[in-house]
């Protein structure tokens, strides 16, 4: 039998975008979600937005990364075992799971995973970013190819 699928389209993020640009998958094609997990970033003229699995399954994913994508179109689908067959979700242990927020005083900053990865290497602090919405990896290259760039403060 073949798998039932589910096909996750691009939300309407704004009345005036048609289209959003895929900034980050969040998880491999073919990689195991669950119900409810963030799997792609999204950006629009205003934001950027996380899509969550709305089912249990196997992703696929049918647009690339920096992909423009029209607002309604498929962007990824999940397959679930039509047979009854058990899906194994990969087991989380405690402090593996990636924190979507990060306290800082008062605030907290947003983040992708591949924008957290990235500023831990380069050891930039997020809230340096005045990023209105979620911090992405292109946030960050953005920063780091600026901050390259800038003339060093001068010597007192």
């Known amino acids: 039998m073949k798998p039932v699928t589910t096909t996750v389209t691009v939300p309407q993020t704004n009345v005036n975008d048609d289209s959003v640009t895929l900034v ?25 937005l996380e899509i969550e699995a709305e089912t249990a399954g196997v992703l696929r994913h049918l647009a690339s990364l920096n992909d423009e994508v029209a607002i309604g179109n498929p962007i990824a689908r999940i397959e679930v075992p039509a047979n009854g067959e058990a899906l194994i979700l990969p087991s989380v242990r405690q402090g593996d799971q990636a924190k979507p927020e990060m306290e800082s005083g008062k605030e907290s900053i947003k983040a992708t995973h591949q924008a957290r990865d990235l500023a831990e290497e380069h050891g930039v602090d997020l809230t340096q970013l005045s990023v209105k919405g979620i911090i992405t990896a292109r946030h960050v290259q953005r920063y ?13």
């Open 24 to 48: 980050e998958w969040m998880e491999a094609d073919g990689a195991v979600v669950k119900k409810g997990q963030a799997i792609v970033a999204v950006e629009s003229s205003k934001t950027v």
């Open 144 to 156: 780091l190819a600026e901050s390259d760039t800038a003339p060093a403060p001068p010597a007192k």
